[in-house]
Every structure is written in structure tokens, then in C-alpha cells.
């Protein structure tokens, strides 16, 4: 079975740092892009980052661009979110979700998320 | 304010047939970018619906089906059941935004 476990939330103050941590089991995690989305409380979804299968290719969305860093150890199956300078906005559920093997078309599956507060 | 378009909510009875639509541009769903939908039930984490615009995962019941013309896709929903009430997200590529976009989400509320 597929299973995304995220782990690293929590409480940080505004201009702190987190790091993300993705857990994957069930398929070959080095032959897949992989993705972080978001969503801030009552809110939709929004699309964070992307990383490739060997790390060579990274997007990000603008709102964290120089903040944040997409990266992954495939000999450790985990996924990672670097999060710097955060702020009250970055405020959401953070969710792993597992892309294609050419690319990132859809996002399937998701781990059951974890929670990052922005916040004095 | 999202880049695709949904219905903030819809609603219908056991049995009956809703339809969700998704509403883009010429930067994502206009320039032929495909469509896919998701299913979150309270509290939990988003599901792949539909991907492709109208291919179903396995597992996913026949009663969910996606169909796409021009620049607005829709995903239906027959047969409704209790168990359908939750948000559904469509989500695309953006070409402009060089960015993968969502919809702002469509609360289905079963009556």
C-alpha cells in the first residue's frame, strides 16, 4: 500500500524556521516527482513546490520562492520542506502528495498532512 | 481569489445528479492542459477523483464522472449518497503562472 507520512509541524514564531518531513513507503520513491500543497484553515488548496525523481528540477509557487526549499533523500524514501522566514500567511495544513513519473500532471496519492501555525 | 472558478456550493437529494463546474482560461484549461478532480471529506486529506478530465482511479465508484468542453470541465456526481457530502477541487496547469492551479473548492451538501 502507498502511504505518505508527513511529520515537522507545529507552533514557530513569525520569521522562524521548520522543516517538513515526508515519509514514503509502498512504491518506488526514486522514480516518482513529488509535491508539497497546502491549505490554510477553511481554505482551498494551493500548490506549494515540486521536486524531480534525482532532485535536479525544482518549482515552486511565487509566494515562496527564496523562503522555502523543496528537496529528497531517495536513499531514505523521505520527502523534505525547508521552511525559512515564515510568516502569519504560510499558516496551513501541509500536505505531501506523491506526482508521476514524467512529471506532475496530478497529485496522487496525499499523506494525512501536518499542521504548521504562523504565529506570536 | 483562485485562478479556476467553481461554485462555492452545491446541493442535491439522495438519487438525485449534481454537476460541479470548473471555470479557466487561456493559460490553463483554454490551452488544452488537462483537468483533474478531488474529493476531501471532513477532516481528512484530498482524494483523486478524476484525472486526464475524465478517468477514474480504481476504486473510484462509476457514479463520479468527468467531462471537459472548451474551457469548462465538469465533474457529475449520480446516484447522490450521504457519504458524497464533502468539498470537491478541480485543479489544472498554468502556463502563465508557470504554476499547478486548484479551483476554490465546491461544498456538496446532500439534502
Known amino acids: 500500500e502507498v502511504q505518505l507520512v508527513e511529520s515537522g509541524g507545529g507552533l514557530v514564531q513569525p520569521g522562524g524556521s521548520l522543516r517538513l518531513s515526508c515519509a514514503a513507503s509502498g512504491f518506488t520513491f526514486s522514480t516518482y516527482w513529488m509535491s508539497w500543497v497546502r491549505q490554510a484553515p477553511g481554505k482551498g488548496l494551493e500548490w506549494v513546490a515540486n521536486i524531480k525523481k534525482d532532485g535536479s528540477e525544482k518549482d515552486y509557487v511565487d509566494s515562496v520562492k527564496g523562503r522555502f526549499t523543496i528537496s529528497r533523500d531517495n536513499a531514505k524514501n523521505t520527502l523534505y520542506l525547508q521552511m525559512n522566514s515564515l510568516k502569519a500567511e504560510d499558516t496551513a495544513v501541509y500536505y505531501c502528495?506523491?506526482?508521476?513519473?514524467?512529471?506532475?500532471?496530478?497529485?496522487?496519492?496525499w499523506g494525512q498532512g501536518t499542521l504548521v501555525t504562523v504565529s506570536s | 481569489q483562485s485562478v479556476l472558478t467553481q461554485p462555492p456550493s452545491v446541493s442535491g437529494a439522495p438519487g438525485q445528479r449534481v454537476t460541479i463546474s470548473c471555470t479557466g482560461s487561456?493559460?490553463?484549461?483554454?490551452?488544452?492542459?488537462?483537468v483533474h478532480w478531488y474529493q476531501q471529506l471532513p477532516g481528512t486529506a484530498p482524494k483523486l477523483l478524476i484525472y486526464?478530465?475524465?478517468n477514474r482511479p480504481s476504486g473510484v465508484p462509476d457514479r463520479f464522472s468527468g467531462s471537459r468542453s472548451d474551457t469548462s470541465p465538469s465533474l457529475a456526481i449520480t446516484g447522490l449518497q450521504a457519504e458524497d457530502e464533502a468539498d470537491y477541487y478541480c485543479?489544472?496547469?498554468?502556463?502563465?503562472?508557470?504554476?499547478?492551479?486548484f479551483g476554490g473548492g465546491t461544498k456538496l451538501t446532500v439534502l
Open positions: 486526464g478530465n475524465s
Open positions: 487561456s493559460s490553463n484549461i483554454g490551452a488544452g492542459y488537462d
Open positions: 485543479q489544472s496547469y498554468d502556463s502563465g503562472l508557470s504554476a499547478w492551479v
Open positions: 502528495a506523491r506526482g508521476y513519473v514524467n512529471g506532475v500532471p496530478w497529485f496522487d496519492p
